[in-house]
């Protein structure tokens, strides 16, 4: 069988040729250089995006006539040995099928042996993670202090499985899933070598597919070009992988913003028709409500794997869309997707969760519920007026609108009644004859009745003394280090008021600030509370009683 399929044809040779893992490729060239190289290497990563290809490459870095190099020639008997898979000092072993101890003995027993023809023995061990305990066991003391010139190299997709005594033996590197990018610009070369003609929708829907592996990828590709012959439409991918047309997700998303409940059953009924498979559509639809929530958060399409005109296509939507709508309805389609794996009747599922779409009652913020409530008030308080005047006109009020009132009435009515006291002091605060010395005369009195009412307002505000009247206004001044108290009495400013109206039969409204000018000192005519924890050192250091207490139990103020 002569045939070679395009992920062997086109595995990668050199270093540079990898694709997407330049961090684990400049970091193997720059310890060949430096002569650096470790007894063991942990590639891990998903599969397909060049662990094992990466340790040939460096085998034959090692091994190649020329080296140890990063440019190994390819063309002598070491380099094509390794190549073709029949070299005899570099051993590539399935982790899976030979994964007891007595296979591992068998390999710790062909260590003895010294590298010939080569100049590295490299023993490459895929899905390693498959070993079993008694195997990693066996292998601890040869890992740590293995023979001159042997070299392990471990590929797993589970490094989490590996026991850490086998991790802390290895130099580890990660390899990354290759971008869609990366992907469709390796298909367009490969295709361009093949003389294969091939859409870019077409390479995008192989990308998506293969789902950041390149040989996947390559697989993927393999399959259409025996389909399609040399021209490849994206119509032709579509209808061999079995890929839903993004025109059906656009279609819920209008479907969404009619509140079609018809169209959406129709839809379901459609692809159930046309034998998609549901979890796909609904994984698709999640990915299309993605990008649009995307393009909505960004207002670009940057971020958008998706051809120009569905790009425009998704701008021009993402004003009918809000965010929070946006991650509900993701949440419906993740859910409901995990529920049709579970489920006997995934059809009914996916009518539910696209008639829930569809129904989906659209997010309002806390400011306009606000705004709605006010409307509502306003409406009520004209309903109430029309009531008033013309009793006759409404003998009996329907329910609902008696529902209404009876809900908004009251709170209106409340404020109504405040407006009127606040009238009423206004009129009485123009009327004010008070002074300062009026203020400062009842001063302890009002005190004393707001600390009845609330202690710690009383105590807040025995901090502050009132250095000024300016009309309806009390300045009441506190020392610039009393925030929190004048914080506290701004706070509770209706107690004091109705203090001071109580002692003085008139209103004044109470403005805090702080004593800049340090003028409290000499206008207060009551002496400010004094220093507790003063007074509890002049207690201790005068009473022998207090002192042998605090001795004895090590006692200390507390705030």
Excluded at 175 to 184: A, D, E, V, Y
């Amino acid at each position: 069988m002569s045939y070679l399929v395009l992920a062997r044809k086109y595995r990668p040779m050199f270093f540079d040729d990898v694709v997407g893992q330049q961090h684990v490729t400049r970091t193997l060239q720059n310890a060949i250089e430096q002569n650096r190289l470790a007894n063991a290497y942990l590639f891990s990563g998903p599969r397909g995006v060049g662990k094992t290809t990466v340790a040939r490459i460096l085998s034959k870095a090692l091994n190649c006539e020329n080296g140890p190099t990063i440019s190994p020639c390819n063309t002598c008997s070491f380099c094509r040995e390794i190549n073709e898979s029949r070299s005899l000092d570099v051993f590539e072993i399935d982790g899976a099928s030979n994964r007891g101890i007595d296979e591992v003995r068998n390999l710790r027993e062909s260590l003895r042996y010294s590298p010939n023809p080569g100049k590295h023995r490299i023993y490459i061990i895929d899905e390693v993670h498959m070993l079993t305990n008694e195997a990693f066991n066996a292998l601890l003391k040869t890992l740590e202090e293995p023979p001159k010139n042997v070299l392990f190299v471990f590929a797993t997709t589970e490094a989490h499985k590996l026991p850490a005594t086998i991790l802390s033996r290895c130099q580890r590197f990660d390899f990354k899933r290759i971008t869609n990018k990366g992907l469709i610009e390796q298909l367009k070369n490969l295709c361009e070598q093949e003389n294969i003609e091939i859409e870019d929708e077409a390479l995008r829907h192989i990308a998506n597919k293969g789902d950041g592996s390149m040989r996947d990828s390559q697989s993927i590709l393999d399959q259409i070009i025996a389909y399609a012959g040399k021209t490849i439409t994206g119509a032709d991918v579509e209808n061999l992988l079995g890929i839903i047309n993004q025109e059906l997700f656009f279609q819920v998303s209008d479907l969404i913003l009619q509140g079609d409940v018809e169209g959406g059953v129709q839809l379901a009924a459609k692809i159930f028709i046309e034998g998609y498979d549901f979890s796909e559509f609904l994984m698709g639809l999640s990915e299309h409500l993605r990008n649009i929530l995307v393009a909505k958060a960004t207002q670009s399409t940057e971020e958008l794997d998706v051809s120009e005109e569905y790009a425009q296509r998704y701008l021009a939507v993402v004003d009918a869309f809000e965010v929070e709508d946006l991650l509900r309805l993701v949440k419906i389609a993740s859910e409901t997707e995990t529920l049709i794996r579970r489920s006997s009747n995934a059809r009914l599922h996916l009518e539910v969760a696209l008639v829930k779409m569809i129904k989906l009652s659209k997010s309002v913020t806390v400011n306009q519920l606000f705004q709605k409530l006010d409307d509502v008030k306003k409406k009520a308080d004209f309903v109430t007026k029309t009531d008033t005047v013309q009793p006759q006109a409404q003998s009996k009020p329907a329910p609902a609108r008696k529902f209404s009132i009876d809900l908004i009435k009251k709170p209106e009515a409340t404020q109504v009644k405040s407006e009127s006291k606040t009238d009423d002091a206004d009129s009485s605060e123009t009327d004010t004859t008070l002074t300062l010395e009026d203020i400062e005369a009842v001063w302890e009195k009002v005190l004393n009745q707001v600390r009845d009412q609330r202690i710690n307002v009383g105590s807040c505000l025995t901090e502050g003394w009132p250095t000024r009247v300016n009309g309806p206004i009390l300045e009441i001044s506190f020392n610039p280090q009393n925030g929190f108290q004048m914080s506290t009495v701004e706070r509770n400013k209706s107690i004091i008021q109705e203090a001071i109206q109580n002692h003085t039969g008139q209103s004044l409204r109470i403005n805090c600030v702080p004593d800049k000018k340090g003028v409290l000192e000499e206008v207060r005519k009551i002496a400010p509370p004094p220093d507790k924890k003063e007074e509890f050192e002049k207690l201790v250091k005068e009473n022998k009683s207090m002192q042998n207490i605090v001795d004895t139990f090590d006692a200390e103020f507390v705030e």
